[in-house]
């Protein structure tokens, strides 16, 4: 079982638990059709730029994320990603499952949860993308998010 990666989003402490190979893979099909397209902007965010790059990349990708996918699709990847069972949060420094309960002291803005989304999201498919599109001899730090939907699209038959 793959250790927790731990990241901080405003004043929460979360901890991502990587989902299993095989649960990884079924997700990830999902994922490269409905939403990876809509968050390649939020992917590139996070690689290769200083933290103070990132957070302004990461503020437009989420509005751009916001502007591509409705209220329910959202709802609907968070609820799949974001699980009592792979993410706890530390609140007052106690370590808890991330459940209906904890998830109304963890959050204060809607943001925060998009966010944790995209650090799921990271934590379980940015590096095996990466490898994977390396294979390619593609480096995906090199490579633009508007890019990187594209290859996410044309590769959906692929899996």
């Known amino acids: ?14 901890f991502i638990t990587p989902m299993d190979a095989f649960e990884a893979l079924e997700v990830f099909g999902d994922l490269q059709k409905d939403l990876l397209p809509a968050i390649g902007d939020l992917i590139s965010a996070g690689l290769g730029q200083s933290e103070e790059q ?7 990708a989420i509005e ?18 974001v699980t009592a ?19 109304a002291l963890a959050f204060r803005e809607f943001t925060e949860i998009l966010e944790l989304l995209f650090h799921v999201i990271k ?5 095996p993308l990466g490898r994977w599109l390396s294979h390619f001899g593609l480096d995906l730090s090199l490579v633009k998010a508007d890019q990187l939907a594209r290859i996410a699209q044309k590769s959906s038959g692929n899996f």
């Open 1 to 14: 079982m793959a250790r927790p990666v731990e990241v901080k989003v405003n004043e929460s402490t979360f």
């Open 64 to 81: 751009k994320l916001s502007l591509k996918l409705d209220g329910k699709q959202l709802k609907t990847w968070v609820d799949r990603l």
């Open 54 to 60: 990132g957070g302004l990349a990461m503020a437009s």
């Open 85 to 103: 069972d792979s993410v706890a949060v530390s609140i007052n420094g106690q370590d808890m499952a991330l459940d209906k309960a904890a998830r």
């Open 123 to 127: 934590v379980n498919f940015a590096a």
